[in-house]
């Protein structure tokens, strides 16, 4: 069972010293659950402490270089406590399933589709969210992470109200998160918001990207009409991959995305392109798919898919 304060499970999860814990809470009401979805981008590319001349560009970029050396540093001091231990919020679990394993405890570096072989050398956009709405609630937050890479809207998470095959990501989300409420057992909770960040396999797939935005609304309301959340809120983040574009798919799919959030009610869409970081000064040069693995990049991602969920809970 996912239990708020139980520190002992949290840190053991994740490996983390005890004491490193720094933002606990009393249990105040319910829970409130965020459902953070998509694809690889939403799974977690960011790099922790890779730093191989060969492979990682002599870490630059990655978050321990990032946390000294990018302009968000100073933004970034939160995430390690007195001590230069990674912090583990206990007032902000989250549930991840990876595999076969469900990843869960207090929220800190490594929630990402990398963890199932115990490497928390990753983080996604979950980890500043995270930060930015548990410093929101006196309550305890949830988060449920579901995600996988390379999927699509178009064929993977269709949505049933979108017509043809349920995509099997549909329903193995949905899944998930009724796993992830059933593990509260007995604590109350309230769903209150779902962030999106998906969307490079459309933009690949030209007949996706007509569609998209009208499978974007089908979406939130399947998933409202699913979990009887009727004014749960939502956060989609763009994909902006690479910053600025005024033509082609990428620029056809950012359209689609920002047209099919102003569709949906109580809904919000995140521009990122400005978190978008040189190759040259990233762990991964050449994973643009992946914002070449640069940690401050995913950092202000969460950040901002965090400001802006708070902006519509005030």
């Not at 933009?203 to 998933?223: G, K, R």
């Not at 040189?278 to 040069?285: G, K, Q, T, V, Y």
């Amino acid at each position: 069972m996912l239990m708020f304060a139980l520190c002992s499970l949290t840190h053991a999860a994740m490996g983390q010293d005890a004491n490193a814990g720094t933002h606990q809470k009393q249990s105040r009401g319910p829970f409130k659950v965020f459902i953070l979805a998509g694809q690889s981008n939403m799974e977690g590319q960011g790099s922790v402490d890779h730093n191989g001349e060969k492979d990682y560009n002599g870490g630059k970029g990655n978050l321990v270089w990032s946390m000294k050396h990018s302009k968000s540093a100073d933004k970034m001091k939160i995430l390690k406590n007195e001590k230069g231990e990674w912090v583990v919020r206990d007032d902000v679990q989250i549930s991840f399933k990876v595999g076969d394993q469900v990843l869960k405890g207090g929220l800190t570096v490594g929630y990402t589709g990398y963890a199932a072989d115990g490497s928390k050398r990753h983080i996604g956009p979950e980890l500043a969210f995270g930060f930015v709405l548990g410093d929101f609630y006196e309550e305890p937050v949830l988060l449920i992470k579901t995600a996988w890479g390379g999927k699509s809207l178009y064929e993977d998470f269709r949505p049933p109200s979108s017509g043809g095959r349920v995509g099997p990501c549909y329903t193995k989300m949905v899944d998930e998160i009724r796993a992830a409420l059933a593990d509260l057992g007995d604590q109350k909770y309230e769903i209150v918001g779902f962030y999106w960040q998906q969307g490079w396999n459309d933009m690949c797939t030209p007949p996706a990207i007509p569609e998209y935005a009208q499978n974007l609304v089908n979406l939130v309301s399947d998933l409202r009409k699913e979990f009887k959340a009727p004014n749960m809120r939502v956060v989609v983040g763009q994909l902006g991959n690479g910053g600025p574009v005024t033509e082609g798919a990428m620029f056809d799919f950012r359209k689609a995305q920002e047209e099919g959030t102003k569709q949906i009610q109580n809904a919000l869409f995140i521009k990122t392109t400005d978190f978008a970081r040189p190759a040259e000064l990233s762990p991964c040069p050449t994973h643009g798919h992946h914002w070449f693995a640069n940690a401050e990049s995913y950092f202000l991602i969460g950040e901002s898919a965090g400001e802006g969920m708070r902006s519509l809970l005030k």
